[in-house]
Structure formats: C-alpha cells, structure tokens
C-alpha cells in the first residue's frame, strides 16, 4: 500500500512518548536564539547534553528559556534544558515553548534519507535537516565514515553501510527506514563517483563504474524508495556543473550527471497524481573531503579561478539550498536543475 499524505503533528509525536523529538524542537529554539546571540551553537548543545543527564525542574528550565531569549547569558544555557521527571510536565511546558517561540523547524516530523551523506555537502545535509526536525537516515560504503557522520549530527539520525551502486544494500537501506519509521518524506540521492580520464584512455571499468552508481544506482535508490514515499514529498539528486560547462576529461562523468536532469522531468510527470516533487541539485566547486582527494593545489586554484567570488563554495551553503528543496519553500519547485554555483555557469 502506498503511503498517503499525512499532517505532521510534533506534539503527537511526543505523546506517543518520543521524547527524543521534543528534545529536537526545543534545540532548534535554542539554536537559533545562540546564534543571535553570538554564541557558539556547539558549544551549547554541549550544555545541553551535559544538562539533560543531570535534570533540572519545571521552573528553573521556564526560566532559562526567558533569560535565554533576553540575554544568551552561560546560565541560561545550563538551565534551559532539562529532562522531566514526568511525561506530563514534559508535554505541558513542551505547549508553551512550541506556543511561544513557534519551535517548528522546517523539516519537523519528516523522515529524510539522504545516500552519501557520511561526509561533504550531504553530510552538512543531514545535520541541518536534524536541525530542522528531521529523522535523517544517511548511507555510506565505509562503517567509520558513517559512526563519525552519526556523532557528529547527534540525535535523530540513523548511518546503514550501504552501497548505492548494490541493489541487496538499498534494500538493507528502505528496509531499515521501513522498520524504524515506515515512511520517507525526502529523498536525497548525492552518493556518487568520478574520476577525470581522458578521451582515448577510457576503459569499460572506469565507464561501467561511474555510469553504474552515477546513473543506474540513482535510479533504482529512488524506485526502491517509492514504496515509502508520502503523497506531496520531494526527491532531489545531486547533479555536477561539469555535465553543463564542459571540462576537459571529465567526458563520462559530466554523462552519467547529465542523465539526473532527464530522470526528473520525466519521473516528475509520472508522480504528478501523488504530487511528488522531482528536482536537480547542481553544486560548483565546493571544498569537500572528495576534493580534497581528487585535486591538487594547482588544480584547486584553476578551479577557484572560475568562480566570480574567488573561492569554493562551503557545505553549508549547499545544504541550505538542499534544505529548500527538502522542504515545502519548493512546493512550486518541479523538475528543474537548480544551479548553486557562485556563477560559475553564468559567466
């Protein structure tokens, strides 16, 4: 049976006793008042974490708040949070902090799955969509990539070592996420792989590799998540400026991208009944890990050369735009490539 579109209701997820996602709404709170306060969000919920084991009272943690919101002062941050001793006080006091602030991230009471998210702009991803009231389930293809990925997010997200490019893995994938939640709302494809070779030089390996995660491991992520998606949720892959500017050498991987944008317009027509959103997310050059791997200094340079600011773009930066496609800001967003390139592709 597929999924039917459903509210997302926070304060029923918390009376089904999942207090962990209360936690998640009251840290968007607090975030957002750290930063502008000029505090380090980090290190507050540091404090948060360290607060949560030792338990304060209803009052005191009230209170925090109010000091919190007025002056971001080091108290307050210890005595924001605290772990109730009864469900009850929890839901009440959870009332008023939604009621007051409107604790509501952008993403509250979804469920994303996000492939290659263990590291570069999906791992940004993820952290922010955790942020923003997500569950976040990242993959992976190395297990200490993926436990770094989960510590560093924190709550609310589940890491399964996953190869896209192996069909038995994304089953072991959207059966986990059937298991645990039963549900996808967002689906963000960004496993990929690439590397330059040039015309002449290309091997069947080196073409069957890029095409088969690139192309086809795209492909059946996303017809395996069907089952689970909600009427009116989203699916964004991560596409590459290189299958739209023409790099020398990069002839097969600029292909195996180019083919995301063709997936979209034409999965967009056959979701229009379920209301299915289908988009391209197309990064520029933007300092990851992979990079780092892939390019030399010289070769970074040629590259920051192209960009009109002169430098790469940060993860962060891509994620917010990940988070717009995630989230019901695209509702009117369908089938496009969406370019995030410092105007790469413009000049």
Request: charged fraction near 25%; charge should be negative.
């Amino acid at each position: 049976m597929t999924p039917r579109s459903r509210r997302k209701l926070p304060r029923r997820a918390v009376r089904r006793g999942l207090q962990d996602e209360l936690t998640d709404h009251l840290w968007s709170v607090a975030r957002r008042a750290a930063q502008d306060a000029g505090r380090d969000p980090d290190a507050l919920k540091t404090a948060m974490r360290i607060n949560l084991e030792a338990g304060t009272s209803v009052d005191s943690v009230a209170d925090g708040l109010e000091r919190l919101a007025g002056s971001g002062a080091d108290g307050a941050i210890v005595d924001a949070f605290g772990m109730f001793p009864r469900l009850d006080e929890l839901l009440d006091f959870a009332s008023q902090v939604i009621d007051r602030w409107g604790g509501m991230g952008k993403l509250d009471g979804k469920v994303a799955v996000i492939t290659g998210g263990s590291s570069g702009l999906a791992l940004a991803g993820a952290k922010l969509f955790v942020e923003e009231g997500a569950h976040v389930f990242i993959s992976g293809r190395r297990q200490e990539a993926l436990d770094e990925a989960v510590t560093l997010i924190g709550p609310n997200v589940t890491g399964v070592q996953a190869d896209s490019a192996n069909l038995d893995d994304l089953d072991l994938l959207f059966d986990t996420v059937r298991r645990e939640k039963g549900v996808v709302d967002v689906l963000w494809t960004s496993a990929g792989t690439g590397e330059e070779r040039k015309l002449g030089e290309i091997t069947e390996q080196h073409f069957d590799a890029t095409f088969g995660l690139n192309a086809r491991g795209t492909l059946f992520t996303v017809q395996k998540a069907l089952p689970l998606l909600c009427d009116g949720g989203s699916i964004f892959m991560t596409g590459s400026i290189a299958s739209v500017k023409g790099f020398p050498f990069w002839s097969v991987y600029a292909a195996s991208k180019a083919v995301l944008h063709a997936y979209a317009r034409g999965w967009l027509s056959e979701l229009k009944d379920r209301r299915i959103r289908v988009n391209v997310l197309t990064p520029g050059q933007v300092a990851t890990p992979i990079q780092e791997q892939l390019f030399d200094e010289e070769t970074k340079a040629q590259f920051e050369a192209l960009i009109p600011r002169g430098k790469m773009g940060r993860p962060e930066e891509i994620a917010k735009v990940a988070l717009f496609l995630a989230s019901d800001d695209s509702s009117y967003v369908n089938g496009m490539e969406l370019i995030v390139d410092g105007g790469t592709t413009a000049v």
